[in-house]
C-alpha cells in the first residue's frame, strides 16, 4: 500500500499463486516481487479487516469497505472468496 500510495497507483490486485499486480494510469504490470501465497493474502486482509468483514466474507463470498493506510491514503478494499482462495483488489482513492 505504501508503494501505490507513493506511485499514485489506481489500484493494487493481490491473489496467491500471481506476484502483485499495480495498475498505474489504467495499464496493469506485475511487479517484480515473487508470487504470493494463500498465507500472505489472508494475513494482509487480517491486519486491517475488523472480525466482522472477515465473517462477512466468508458467508458471502465477497465484502466491501474503505481502509485507511496510516493515516496517508485511503483504499476501497474488494475481497472475494472463490474456491476458498482470497483475492484482493485495493483502488487508490486518493489519487
Known amino acids: 500500500m505504501n508503494l501505490a500510495a507513493r506511485e499514485t497507483a489506481d489500484e493494487i490486485r493481490l491473489e496467491a499463486g500471481q506476484p502483485p499486480v499495480m495498475v498505474l494510469q489504467g ?7 515473487p ?3 494463500e498465507d500472505n493474502v489472508t494475513e494482509l486482509l487480517r491486519s486491517f479487516a475488523s472480525p466482522e468483514q472477515i465473517e462477512e466474507l466468508r458467508r458471502c463470498g465477497d465484502v466491501r469497505f474503505n481502509h485507511m493506510f ?3 491514503a485511503k483504499f476501497a478494499v474488494v475481497a472475494l472468496l472463490q474456491h476458498e482462495h482470497i483475492s484482493l483488489r485495493l483502488t487508490n482513492l486518493g489519487r
Open 70 to 72: 496510516q493515516n496517508s
Open 27 to 33: 495499464k496493469s504490470r506485475a511487479l517484480d516481487l
Open 35 to 37: 508470487s504470493l501465497t
